[in-house]
């Protein structure tokens, strides 16, 4: 009795109604009827059902087809939006790009340096002007010291000059006194 229990609920669990093709299929095996004639074996499948399933089988794929177009316009969809972010990918790797060679270089006088290249001009300038101003310095006391030494000879020079007019101013004194002794005793 519960091998007849089986079959009922077997049977009633396939129909054409519900369930997969798969069991559709079953359904009408087993309700189909079978004879052999010349020696073939033949199944004989209602017409009723095999125009049933033949609709299920239809909508079925109706039904595929359409999943399959709505897949394939969301893969569409995704490869357009896959193309757009690549792009967009492109762009900014551009701008990173452009952004780390601003942020690796400085503009000097309008043009783009590297970093290394402007600290280099820089110290490059900055030791040269301290070059020219220890050049400057040292010219300058050198000059200085000149001056001074220009100073101290045009000093020395000039109290020569001092001593040597004095004393041609006594010895012209001197000279003048006799001069003087001399005219004054001729007159007497």
């Known amino acids: 009795m519960a091998t007849a229990q ?3 609920d077997s049977e009633q669990e396939l ?53 399959i177009t709505e897949l394939n316009k969301t893969i569409d969809s995704q490869k357009e939006t896959v193309t757009n972010l690549n792009s967009k990918l492109e762009d900014t790797t551009g701008q990173l790009a452009e952004v780390t ?11 783009q340096m590297s970093k290394g290249g402007y600290n280099v001009l820089m110290w490059s300038v900055i030791i040269g002007l301290l070059v020219l101003f220890l050049l400057f310095v040292f010219k300058f006391k050198r000059s200085n010291v000149l001056t001074q ?18 004393r041609a101013l006594e010895r012209e004194q001197k000279i003048s006194r006799k001069l003087q002794d001399e005219i004054n005793r001729q007159k007497k």
Do not use: C
């Not at 060679?101 to 043009?111: I, L, N, R, T, V």
């Open 6 to 8: 089986n079959n009922a």
């Open 15 to 67: 129909s054409l109604d519900k369930g997969s093709i798969e069991t559709q299929f079953e359904f009408i095996t087993k309700k189909s009827g079978n004879y052999n004639a010349n020696g073939k074996r033949y199944e004989v499948v209602r017409a009723i059902h095999l125009d049933k399933l033949k609709g299920n089988v239809l909508d079925s794929l109706k039904g595929f087809r359409a999943t």
């Open 101 to 111: 060679a601003e942020k690796d270089s400085m503009s000097f006088f309008g043009a």
């Open 149 to 166: 030494e220009a100073k101290t000879a045009l000093a020395e020079l000039e109290s020569e000059y001092e001593d040597h007019r004095r």
